[in-house]
C-alpha cells in the first residue's frame, strides 16, 4: 500500500473492549483505521477500554494482540488500557463538577423504571429512555453524599448548553458531512458510574484528547454518542476530530456481528486456516455497506 509522506498530524485509533474475543466487525474497523494512517503516512493507536473491570477480561486483551497481530496490524507501544488511568477521569469529573454541569444521581435502575412507567410520555432516544431528571436539583444531595450513599455522577446537559451558550454544535463526519449535534436525544448521561469512577462517555472523550486523535473511525452504533462526546469536548477545552462512522458489517442473515456469536470471532477463522491476507487484499469481502 502506497504511504504518503510521514504525516504525524494524522492519529487515529482502534479503541476495543475486552469482553469477548474480537470479530469480523472489528477486524473491518481496525483495518479501515490502520490502513487509512498508512495511506495518510500518520499514526495508528490501540487502545484498550476496560473501564468495566467486571465484564473485562485479561485474556480477553491477549486476544487482542493476538487477533490483531495476525492480521498484519502494527500498533504504539505502550498501549494505554483505560483501566490504568483512573485518575485522569476523575481529574476531568473535577473540572466538570467545579464547572457546575453535574450532579449525583442515586437513583436505582428499579427508581429509573418506576418513574418512567409512571410519567405520561418519556422521551426515548437511541440508548433508551432518556434519563427523566429525578435526581436533578434534589435538595439532599449534600447530605446524601455526606453519608456515603451510593451514586452515580450525570451530566446536567441544560446547565452544560447554557455554558457552552453560542450557536449549534456540530462536527465534521466523513461519511455523513456537517453533523449538527442533537445531543438532547441523549439527555443527561452518565459521566461516573456508582461502581466505576468514570464512564464511556468521559474516558473516551478524555482519551482520544490526551493521545492527540485527529481522525475517530469507528462504527455507526457510536454515532449517537458523538452528539454527547462534542459537548464534552467543548466544556473540557478539547479540540474536536474529524469522524468517520462507517456502516457495520453484517452476516449473511443480515444481523451485526456480535461478540456472542463464536462462529466469526478471529480466533475461530484462524484456528480453521482462514489466510488473513484474504481479508486485507479484499476488503470488499468484508461485504460493509458503506465504508
Ligand atoms: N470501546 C468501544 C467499543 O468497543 C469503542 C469506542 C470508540 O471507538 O469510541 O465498542
Known amino acids: 500500500m502506497a504511504t504518503n509522506q510521514a504525516n504525524n498530524g494524522f492519529v487515529t485509533r482502534f479503541a476495543p473492549s475486552p469482553t469477548g474475543r474480537l470479530h469480523k466487525g472489528h477486524a473491518y474497523s481496525a483495518l479501515l483505521a490502520f490502513a487509512r494512517s498508512r495511506q495518510e503516512g500518520g499514526r495508528f493507536i490501540l487502545r484498550i477500554e476496560d473501564i468495566d473491570t467486571t465484564r473485562c477480561r485479561g485474556d480477553f486483551v491477549d486476544g487482542i494482540y493476538e487477533d490483531l497481530a495476525w492480521l498484519g496490524l502494527t500498533w504504539e507501544q505502550p498501549v494505554r488500557r483505560q483501566s490504568e488511568h483512573f485518575v485522569d477521569y476523575e481529574a476531568a469529573l473535577e473540572r466538570l463538577k467545579a464547572m457546575g454541569v453535574v ?35 434534589r435538595t439532599d444531595s449534600e447530605a446524601l453524599l455526606a453519608k456515603g450513599t451510593p451514586h452515580a455522577w450525570r451530566l446536567d446537559l441544560e446547565a452544560a448548553l447554557k455554558l457552552i451558550g453560542g450557536g449549534p454544535l456540530v462536527w465534521q463526519d466523513e461519511v455523513k458531512g456537517k453533523v449538527i449535534a442533537t445531543p438532547e436525544e441523549l439527555g443527561d448521561i452518565v459521566l461516573a458510574r456508582k461502581d466505576t469512577p468514570t464512564s464511556y462517555h468521559l474516558s473516551v472523550v478524555v482519551d482520544d484528547a490526551l493521545q492527540g486523535i485527529t481522525h475517530i473511525i469507528r462504527g455507526e452504533d457510536l454515532f449517537h454518542a458523538t452528539h454527547i462526546h462534542v459537548v464534552l469536548q467543548k466544556l473540557l477545552g478539547y479540540p474536536t476530530p474529524l469522524y468517520h462512522h462507517h456502516g457495520l458489517l453484517l452476516d449473511e442473515h443480515g444481523e451485526r456481528f456480535a461478540k456472542r456469536n463464536k462462529s466469526v470471532t478471529l480466533e475461530s477463522l484462524r484456528n480453521d486456516g482462514t489466510d488473513p491476507a484474504t481479508l486485507l487484499s479484499h476488503p470488499s469481502d468484508f461485504g460493509c455497506p458503506n465504508a
Request: glycine content about 12%; some cysteine; proline content about 14%.
Open 103 to 137: 450532579y449525583p444521581c442515586f437513583c436505582t435502575r428499579k427508581d429509573i423504571s418506576r418513574e418512567i412507567a409512571a410519567s405520561e410520555s418519556a422521551p426515548h432516544g437511541p440508548d433508551g429512555p432518556i434519563y427523566p431528571g429525578i435526581c436533578k436539583g
